[in-house]
Every structure is written in structure tokens, then in C-alpha cells.
């Protein structure tokens, strides 16, 4: 806020005054004027309401009432001279009307003239002059009239009272004058603040144009030219001018948006600059992922050529080397020293187990690269398969398995089976001395993914060892007391991670083991409705796994992953009466 309080003054001091200010002037001084006009207007509008109300109240009565009364004196004065010719006292009518007019007339015109003493002086001369002349004319014809009739009353009607007649009309005449002064005294007055009133309002409607005229000329200078100023150049910079630098024009509000505007812009030009570095560094980086990707192409090619070599060159000499020591180990059996006797079973079993171990990396290894695709896969079906499979091996050790509930997933029907083989046998295999294997396989839907059990009764597994039980060639126990090459388990967690899954040993059993692992909800994976089927234990037969391991008769605690068998050679003879080739042993 103190920057921005800072740069606002600093641009008040370099643009002059601020938008506001300048509005809020030309408010200030218009509203000013205007307020002044107003009062004058207020102050006229009143003068001229008064000079109309006397107009209308005052003087146009008076004015009514001025020429009425000399109306009201002149029947007086008819009357008078009637009844003295004729002396009826009917005549005398017009001079009591006369009369009472005369003194409505004056009293009313007296009321009206507090504000006009001079007029009332006027009036009340009036009034005295009729007063006298009817003293002195009048009321004595009258009488003389009544008491002598018209010849006594004609003789009083002479040149002197109408002489004092006529200079009571004159005074009327007078009266008149001034009422008719009066009146045209306030209409002009009237008629001149009219006009300063219209002249006001002209003022004030002159006043409200100029002042609009003002704002509208300095909002064109000052707000509206620099805004398309302004909006020119940021249209420049939108176009790609982001170089551009925006000049800071107008008052100092509008400065300053041009300021904020240019800082923006120079933003927006380090972002871009930065983006092109980084586009920059990404296409170096993706030369080189694309070649690293070439050069793991090349080398997968050279793993595949060292595959076929190890699967055929180096295999027929292990071949050789075994056959002819078991020949050895035949013909000579007994001829030689037991020593020489030992040596060869060690040569014999030493050259197989090679050929095991190369068949069972290449298994290994050939795992996602030599794939058929994705299919659906009813794994209730290949569960059959296995049972098939591992028949021999559940006869023989008196076992029993079972499955339930299996559904359909995307997978390759070939990897499936070979992982659940290798878990099945390995139940058969590392079971408990005198316990009939029991192994049982399950699936449940959890959060779009299905988990599969294999569980059983054997010996179990250690929990600081079950890490180790999925790495290749890993074992736990020797190879007398359970034969194999350690890589069952390894296959096993490479066809999981194959098809997008995760495998794991669950601790919390409290007999045997129960290896656990996910499969992807497929397209048309669907639930069946628990097809569950149990094959009972089998005797004898084949217990086939791509690592080729064998079931072991004898039970130890801690299991390991030792589910790999040695190769079937019709022309090998095991020692001691224990034939291996392909997935069997069978004990003398």
C-alpha cells in the first residue's frame, strides 16, 4: 500500500492534477454558480409573488373601487338637485345609496393602503371634501326642501357649491391618478423581475451547457483520448508486440493503469521468455529421451539375441555335459570309489540345475514382450486349468483346492494361468509334515479393481521375510529341503504388474499363507454368481509351472519361493530313486 500510495503521488506530481480532482472542480465551481443563481432566482421569484399579489390585491381593488366612488358622489349630487325640484322624498334614493356606497367604498380602500400613506392621504381628502360639501350643500338643500319645498330648496342649488362639487371631483380625479400610478409602478416592477427571473434560468440553463460542454470536452482530452491511446497499445501488445513498451499518457489514474499495464506486459514477456527457454530445454530433452529410447530398442534387440543364444547355444552343451555324466553315473556306478561317485551326482545335478535356472530367466524375462494381447479372461475357466495342472501334485500330497466367486478381466489367459500354477503349487509345496494341504482361491471387488487370494495351510511365512519372497533367485531354504530356483514368486509379481495389478503377503492370517493380489476391472469384467467348485485332493501327476517346480514331500518351517523344478530328461536318473524331469517328483 505504501508503493502504491508512493507511485500515485509521484504520478499526480509528473501528470498534474487526477481525474477526480478535476471532476470534482468543475462540480464544485458549476455546483457554486449555480447555487448562487438559484438563490438569486429564489430572491426575484419572490419580489415578483409579491409585486403580482399586490397587482391582484391591492391595486387592481383600488383601482375598481377609485373609479367607483366618484360614481357614488355623482348620484349624490343628482339626487340632491331632484328632490329640490321636485320635492318628492322618493328622489332622495340615489343620494342614500350614493352615500352608503361612499362609505363602503372608502372603507375599503382605506384597509388596502397601509403600505401607500400618500394614497391614503389622497382618500381621506376625498372623504373630508364630501363630508363638507354635504354640510355645506347638500343637507341644507335638503332641509329647505323638506321645510319650503322646491321653491326653498331651489334657490341654495348655486354656482358656489358646485363649484365645491367640482373640486371634490377633482381630488376623485387625484385619487385615481395615484391608485393608476400605483398600479403601473408594481406591474413594471412585476414585468422587471419577471424578465431578471427568465434571465436566471437562461443564466443557469447556460451555465449547466457550458459546464457539460466543458466535461464533455476535457473527458474527450483527458479520459477518453488517452484510454484509445492506451487500448491501441495494449492491442499492439496483444498481437505479439510484447516488446512494446506503453507510454503513460492522461490524468494520473489513467497513468498509472497504463503503468500496472506496461508491468504486466513485461511479465507476461519474461513468462513467454521463460517458456521458450523451457520449450527449448523440453525438445533437447526429447532429442535425448527419443535417442535413449532408440538405444533401448537397439538393446532390447540385443537382449532378444543373447535370449536365443542362451535358449539354444549354451542349452545343448549343458544337455551334453549332463547326459553324458549321468552316463557316466550309470555305467560306472559302483565300479569306481564312492568319492567318484559324489562327484559325478554333483556334475549331474549341478548341469541341471544351469539348465533350470537359464530356462526360468528366460521365462523371466520374455514376460510383456512376447504377448498375444489383452482378451477377456474368465478366470473360473483357468482355474480349471490349474486344477488340471496341479492335479498330480494334490493327489500326492493329499490336498484339496477350491475357488469361488472368480470374475471375467482384460488380461492374457496364458500369464494368468502360469501366475495362479505358481501360486497354487507353491501351497503344494511348502506345506506342513502330516497336514493335507488345503488351499483355496477368492476374489472381491474393491474401489474398480478386483483382489484375488490364494490361501492355505502351510507353513507360513515370516514377516521380516516377505519382501524378500518376490525377488529373483531369492530363497530361504536350501535346495535339499526344498528344490527350486527361487523365481516362481518373481513371475508371479511381474504378469501382476504386467496387467496393471499389485501383489502382496497379508500378516494379519493366523495359519498358512494368503498372498493377495489386484487385477484391473476389465470392459466386461462382471461378478459371476459364486461358481464356486472344490476339487479334492488327488494323488500323483504332473505339477507344472513355467519355472517347473516340483512339490516337495517334506515340510519346514518359514516358506520361501523356491517354485522351480528341474527340466524333464528321459535319459537323466536321479539318485536315490527320485526322478524330476518336467514337474515331477515321486519318491521310491
Not at 348655486?158 to 371634490?168: P, S, W, Y
Not at 419577471?194 to 470536452?217: F, K, P, Q, S, Y
Not at 509345496?429 to 502330516?434: E, L, V
Request: some cysteine.
Amino acid at each position: 500500500m505504501t508503493d502504491r500510495g508512493a507511485a500515485s503521488r509521484a504520478a499526480r506530481r509528473q501528470f498534474g492534477w487526477s481525474l477526480r480532482r478535476r471532476v470534482t472542480a468543475l462540480c464544485v465551481v458549476v455546483g457554486a454558480v449555480l447555487g448562487l443563481l438559484a438563490v438569486g432566482e429564489a430572491l426575484v421569484a419572490n419580489a415578483n409573488r409579491g409585486h403580482l399579489d399586490t397587482l391582484l390585491t391591492k391595486t387592481g381593488p383600488l383601482r375598481t373601487d377609485a373609479e367607483s366612488l366618484p360614481t357614488a358622489l355623482v348620484n349624490q349630487q343628482t339626487a340632491v338637485r331632484g328632490y329640490a325640484v321636485s320635492g318628492d322624498r322618493a328622489d332622495l334614493g340615489p343620494y342614500n345609496d350614493g352615500l352608503a356606497q361612499e362609505e363602503v367604498l372608502i372603507g375599503r380602500m382605506d384597509a388596502l393602503l397601509d403600505d401607500h400613506p400618500e394614497i391614503r392621504r389622497q382618500l381621506h381628502l376625498v372623504r373630508d371634501q364630501a363630508a363638507q360639501w354635504r354640510a355645506d350643500v347638500a343637507v341644507p338643500i335638503i332641509n329647505a326642501t323638506a321645510i319650503g319645498g322646491p321653491s326653498a330648496g331651489q334657490p341654495l342649488v348655486n354656482e358656489q357649491g358646485r363649484r365645491q362639487f367640482d373640486e371634490l371631483r377633482g381630488s376623485t380625479d387625484r385619487l385615481q391618478d395615484l391608485v393608476l400610478n400605483l398600479r403601473n409602478e408594481i406591474a413594471t416592477k412585476a414585468r422587471s423581475t419577471g424578465n431578471t427571473l427568465v434571465l436566471l434560468l437562461i443564466l443557469a440553463a447556460a451555465v449547466v451547457i457550458v459546464a457539460g460542454v466543458a466535461l464533455l470536452v476535457s473527458l474527450n482530452r483527458v479520459v477518453i483520448g488517452p484510454v484509445t491511446a492506451l487500448a491501441e497499445q495494449v492491442r499492439r501488445v496483444s498481437q505479439g508486440e510484447y516488446q512494446r513498451e506503453i507510454t503513460r499518457t492522461g490524468p494520473p489514474e489513467l497513468a498509472q493503469l497504463a503503468g500496472d499495464v506496461d508491468a504486466m506486459r513485461q511479465r507476461i514477456a519474461a513468462d513467454l521468455a521463460e517458456v521458450r527457454e523451457a520449450r527449448t530445454r523440453i525438445e533437447w530433452v526429447n532429442s535425448q529421451l527419443q535417442k535413449q529410447a532408440e538405444e533401448l530398442v537397439r538393446s532390447n534387440r540385443d537382449l532378444e539375441q543373447f535370449a536365443y543364444v542362451a535358449s539354444h547355444d549354451l542349452q545343448e552343451p549343458l544337455r551334453k555335459v549332463a547326459s553324458f555324466c549321468q552316463l557316466l553315473q550309470r555305467r560306472y556306478a559302483g565300479q569306481l570309489d564312492e568319492r567318484a561317485d559324489q562327484y559325478i551326482a554333483f556334475a549331474v545335478d549341478g548341469a541341471q540345475r544351469m539348465q533350470r535356472l537359464i530356462n526360468d530367466l528366460l521365462a523371466f524375462s520374455r514376460i510383456g514382450r512376447l504377448t498375444t494381447g489383452f482378451t477377456e479372461v474368465d478366470l473360473n475357466q483357468v482355474m480349471v486349468d490349474v486344477a488340471a495342472q496341479t492335479d498330480a501334485a494334490r493327489e500326492y500330497a493329499g490336498g484339496e483346492l477350491t475357488w469361488s466367486g472368480l470374475p471375467t478381466v482384460q488380461g492374457e489367459e496364458a500369464l494368468l494361468t502360469n501366475l495362479l500354477v505358481n501360486l497354487v503349487s507353491n501351497s503344494l509345496k511348502f506345506r506342513r509334515p502330516d497336514v493335507p494341504p488345503r488351499i483355496r482361491i477368492t476374489a472381491r471387488r474393491v474401489d474398480g479393481e478386483w483382489e484375488i487370494s490364494c490361501e492355505d495351510n502351510g507353513i507360513g511365512i515370516e514377516p521380516e521375510f516377505v519382501d524378500k519372497i518376490f525377488v529373483i533367485f531369492q530363497r530361504l531354504h536350501s535346495k535339499d529341503a526344498y528344490p527350486g530356483t527361487g523365481i516362481g514368486l518373481a513371475i508371479v509379481k511381474k504378469i501382476v504388474e504386467y496387467h496393471g495389478g499389485r501383489i502382496w503377503v497379508d500378516l494379519d492370517v493366523t495359519e498358512g499363507t494368503t498372498i493377495r493380489f489386484t487385477l484391473p476391472v476389465g470392459v466386461a469384467a462382471d461378478l459371476p454368481e459364486l461358481a464356486a467348485s472344490a476339487v479334492p485332493g488327488q494323488s500323483g501327476g504332473p505339477d507344472e509351472s513355467p519355472s517347473g517346480q516340483t512339490p516337495d514331500p517334506e515340510g519346514r518351517p518359514g516358506r520361501t519361493d523356491d517354485n522351480s523344478g528341474e527340466p524333464d530328461d528321459p535319459t537323466v536318473d536321479r539318485p536315490g530313486g527320485t526322478q524330476t524331469g518336467g514337474m515331477k517328483e515321486s519318491v521310491a
